[in-house]
């Protein structure tokens, strides 16, 4: 079965630093997607990136950049030079592509905490 | 503009009441789901639709309840036989289920139920 692992609970930094958010996975597929969701104070999902597990290139957006590694099954989100408003819950997913989305499974989600 | 509109925002129950929490999309979506969110536990799922007239139990559908007379509408009912029903409870859809496996979720913004 697959299962993704937030091992970070919360995390707290101060503006202007750069933050890494950790997601380890497990699947027996060998084609799935990867997911980074962010779940600001208001509540809904906000969905940031997909990867496919084909595509093992680093991609950044703006200040965010994800880093995925089928060698060691991860799949993490840096944030550069940290802004009070990317404080939120951030939740990292997996899907596997077999049962067209019957299977998608969000971690634990990490906390991340921006101080002024 | 489009969206899922939850409501409400905050509900309070009394023990042994069941109570009904509403979800209402004009995205024209096939597939419409609910999420119960805990603290450090992500997101798990309860039911899902993929048509009008049709829905599924997901991982914890124990003392919950579901309809989908109307493709726009997907209403979810907490019952007195749900043990631990304080929670956020988040209602997402997507254009069909292959959809959400490529993360084509749209997501409320959630209702908090207490129970007191």
């Known amino acids: 079965a697959q299962k993704v692992t937030q091992a970070q609970t919360e995390i707290s930094v101060v503006e202007k630093e750069d933050v890494t958010l950790d997601c380890v996975y497990e699947t027996r597929d060998t084609t799935y997607y990867l997911f980074w969701y962010k779940q600001p104070p208001s509540g809904e999902l906000v969905f940031l990136i997909r990867?496919?597990?084909?595509?093992?290139q680093n991609e950044i957006s703006g200040r965010y950049s994800w880093n995925f590694q089928k060698s060691t099954s991860s799949f993490n989100f840096t944030i550069t030079a940290s802004q009070v408003v990317d404080s939120a819950v951030y939740f990292c997913a997996l899907s596997e592509a077999h049962n067209y989305g019957q299977n998608f499974v969000f971690g634990p989600g990490t906390r991340l905490s921006v101080l002024p | 503009d489009g969206g899922i509109t939850q409501s409400p925002k905050y509900l309070f129950r009394k023990e042994g009441q069941n109570v009904t929490l509403s979800c209402e999309q004009n995205?024209?979506?096939?597939?419409m789901y609910w999420y119960r969110q805990d603290p450090g536990q992500g997101l798990r799922l309860i039911y899902y639709s993929q048509i009008v007239n049709d829905f599924q139990k997901g991982d914890i559908a124990e003392g919950y309840s579901v309809s989908r007379e109307k493709k726009e509408s997907f209403p979810l009912t907490v019952t007195s036989a749900q043990k631990n029903p304080t929670a956020f409870y988040l209602c997402?859809?997507?254009?069909?289920?292959?959809?959400?496996?490529?993360?084509?979720?749209?997501f409320g913004s959630g209702t908090r139920l207490t129970v007191v």
């Open positions: 990867r496919n597990s084909f595509d093992e």
């Open positions: 997402a859809s997507s254009i069909d289920l292959a959809d959400r496996g490529q993360g084509g979720y749209t």
């Open positions: 995205l024209n979506h096939d597939a």
